[in-house]
């Protein structure tokens, strides 16, 4: 495992990290406690130090499991986690979105509340999840500076979307020079990692980035086909079939970055991002604990050539020579898509490229 640091602080991270949505909460199946702290103890032994939680997954679990798995390696690892949701005083229903509290008070008793949760003095990273940009005012930032300076959190991130905001979002946290944005980022959904990229360089900005869904919420890692989509027992279960078989041919023409016996298609979707200097750590969403041995070795597989690189480009493009929609469009934006379009990024009213939204 290859290791990055975290914007301007002297956070250490793993190429390639854990998103502890997966544990805790029932949004990619449902796995036993026991089940869930083996699977974080696996990641630990596979070199992974990375572990991205957030107070709203399992409203609370999610760190709870993570802080009494973690609790004999802390010295050991770097736990972010999120906060921007009050799960406490409001019902949750079905996957629906949460009232969001982003206030300077709030911010201190969120963290306060997960520091208890996870059983730490600490957290490596505190992350606003889901913010809007006109939430985040110098009341915000005042107590993130002062929690940072008291020493309960070592950086600050800023989490965004997909499809509640972050163009906008994103851009902010980049000129105010926070330590990391997270974002949804792989080789099918591009707009939103090039754009930063692009902001990163304008400013000349220290921001980290860190992808999550890299494999397309299984498209890339080849366990979701147009045959075996709709027997998920999770949320892709319910995506248009467009998505399942545009995702496949979408695929089929990334095939020369497999290398055999080097470089699996898998590994080759996380390698791609690192390949980008700002990409920090990248989150993918791991099943089982051979997923776990499988992606974390993506950070010792040969780097993505020039020449691959420029491939990759084309074919995105191109949309990959497709010219049918993935029926996913209702799902991608950022809040209203007023930004998006005025940045002439609006895939909807142009004949290229089409991303589609994913969840942590």
């Known amino acids: 495992m290859n290791f990055r640091t975290l914007g301007d602080s002297d956070v250490e991270v793993s190429e390639v990290g854990f998103g502890a949505w997966v544990v805790g909460t029932d949004w990619w199946g449902d796995r036993t406690r026991e089940d869930a702290i083996d699977l974080l103890h696996h990641a630990v032994d596979e070199g992974i130090t990375y572990f991205d939680t957030g107070d709203v997954y399992g409203h609370g679990d999610s760190e709870e499991l993570l802080g009494e798995a973690l609790a004999d390696r802390r010295e050991d690892v770097t736990v972010a986690t999120k906060i921007g949701y009050d799960f406490y005083n409001n019902p949750q229903a079905g996957h629906g979105e949460l009232p969001k509290e982003i206030t300077g008070e709030w911010v201190r008793t969120a963290t306060e509340r997960s520091l208890d949760r996870l059983g730490m003095d600490h957290v490596d990273v505190l992350q606003l999840h889901n913010a809007n940009v006109e939430e985040v005012d110098a009341d915000v930032l005042e107590a993130l500076d002062e929690l940072r300076e008291e020493g309960l959190v070592r950086s600050i991130g800023w989490a965004l979307g997909p499809s509640i905001g972050w163009l906008a979002e994103g851009d902010m946290a980049i000129r105010e020079e926070f330590d990391s944005v997270q974002l949804v980022w792989n080789l099918f959904e591009q707009e939103v990692g090039n754009h930063f990229l692009n902001t990163i360089r304008e400013t000349d900005s ?55 016996g080097e470089r699996t298609m898998a590994q080759a979707a996380i390698a791609y991002l690192l390949s980008h200097d700002e990409v920090a750590t990248v989150t993918p969403t791991f099943h089982t604990k051979e997923d776990i041995t499988r992606w974390a070795a993506a950070s010792e597989v040969p780097k993505l050539s020039d020449d691959e690189l420029t491939r990759v480009a084309d074919r995105y493009a191109d949309n990959f020579g497709i010219d049918r929609d993935d029926g996913m469009d209702e799902l991608r934006s950022s809040v209203g898509g007023d930004d998006i379009r005025a940045a002439g990024i609006d895939k909807r009213a142009t004949a290229g490229p089409r991303n589609s939204a994913s969840s942590d």
Request: aromatic content about 10%; hydrophobic content about 25%; overall charge negative.
């Open 206 to 260: 220290s921001t980290s980035l860190i992808p999550r869904v890299p494999h397309s919420s299984g498209l890339l890692n080849e366990q979701v086909t147009p045959e075996t989509g709709h027997d998920l027992d999770d949320h892709r279960g319910f995506r248009p079939d467009a998505w399942y078989e545009t995702g496949w041919e979408k695929l089929e023409t990334l095939r020369f970055l497999e290398r055999g």
